[in-house]
C-alpha cells in the first residue's frame, strides 16, 4: 500500500458525459501528479500541482482540468468524454518538487460507451 | 518528445532464471527509475539511479545508470513466481520536467 487513495476505482459512463476523479496523496506529500495509461500509448503524463499551484503540464486536453485543493487532495475533471479516453487514470504523489520519487495510487479504471 | 524504448516487450521464463531488461533513450536523462506494476495496482518503485555507471541493488534486483546517460538495465535474478509483472523505466532530464516512461517489459514466470 503506497499510501496514495484513489476513487472511485472503477467508473463506466457514456460519450458525452463528465467525470470526477479523485486522489489523496500520502500523508505529508505537497506534490500530486495525474498520469494517464492506455495499452497502446502506456504512462502518459498529465499534470502536476504542488501545494495547491500548477506545476508542470504534459499532454493534458483541454477537455481535462485538474486542481488541488488546501488540504492537498486532488480532482481530475474529465469532460466531454470520448470513447478513447477509456483507460486507467492514476495519481502519483511526492514529498518535495521536482520529485523523481513519486507513489502511485491504485488506479481508476475509466470505460466510456 | 522524450521517448524510452525498452525491451524486450514481453518474456516468459522459468522460476530460477535470471532476468535482464533494458531501456534506451535518444536523449540524455539525469536520473532514471526502474516501476514495476501489477494486475490491477498502480506502479511502485523498486529502484532510482542518480549518477551515471552506478549500480544499485535492492534484493534480487539490480539496476544500472548508463554511462551515455542514454540507458539503464535491470536484471532481476533467481526469479520467482511473484516477479510476475509489467516493469517500467522512467528517465527525468531536469529542472520540472516530468518523468518520462517507457512502455515496459511483461515479465511471466513460469514455475
Known amino acids: 500500500d503506497s499510501g496514495v487513495t484513489q476513487t472511485p476505482k472503477h467508473l463506466i459512463t457514456a460519450t458525452g458525459q463528465r467525470v470526477t476523479l479523485r486522489c489523496s496523496p500520502r500523508?505529508?506529500?505537497?506534490?500530486v501528479y495525474w498520469y494517464q495509461q492506455s495499452l497502446d500509448q502506456g504512462l502518459q503524463f498529465l499534470i502536476q500541482?504542488?501545494?495547491?499551484?500548477?506545476?508542470a503540464k504534459g499532454n493534458i486536453l483541454e477537455r481535462f482540468s485538474a486542481q488541488q485543493f488546501p488540504d492537498l487532495h486532488s480532482e481530475l475533471n474529465l469532460s466531454s468524454l470520448e470513447l478513447g479516453d477509456s483507460a486507467l487514470y492514476f495519481c502519483?504523489?511526492?514529498?518535495?518538487?521536482?520529485?523523481?520519487?513519486?507513489?502511485f495510487g491504485p488506479g481508476t479504471r475509466l470505460t466510456v460507451t | 518528445g522524450q521517448q524510452l524504448n525498452q525491451s524486450p516487450q514481453s518474456m516468459f521464463i522459468q522460476e530460477g532464471e535470471d532476468v535482464s531488461m533494458n531501456c534506451t533513450s535518444s536523449?540524455?536523462?539525469?536520473?532514471w527509475l526502474w516501476y514495476k506494476q501489477e494486475p490491477g495496482e498502480g506502479p511502485v518503485l523498486l529502484i532510482a539511479?542518480?549518477?551515471?555507471?552506478e549500480l544499485t541493488s535492492n534484493g534480487r534486483l539490480t539496476a544500472q545508470f548508463g554511462i551515455t546517460r542514454k540507458d539503464s538495465f535491470l536484471n532481476i535474478s533467481a526469479s520467482i513466481p511473484s516477479d510476475v509483472g509489467i516493469y517500467f523505466c522512467?528517465?527525468?532530464?531536469?529542472?520540472?520536467?516530468?518523468?518520462?516512461f517507457g512502455k515496459g517489459t511483461r515479465l511471466s514466470v513460469i514455475a
Open positions: 502519483a504523489s511526492s514529498r518535495t518538487t521536482p520529485s523523481y520519487e513519486q507513489y
Open positions: 500523508s505529508g506529500d505537497l506534490s
Open positions: 500541482y504542488y501545494n495547491g499551484e500548477e506545476r
Open positions: 536523449s540524455i536523462f539525469n536520473t
Open positions: 539511479l542518480y549518477k551515471a555507471g
Open positions: 522512467a528517465g527525468h532530464s531536469s529542472g520540472n520536467t516530468p518523468l518520462v
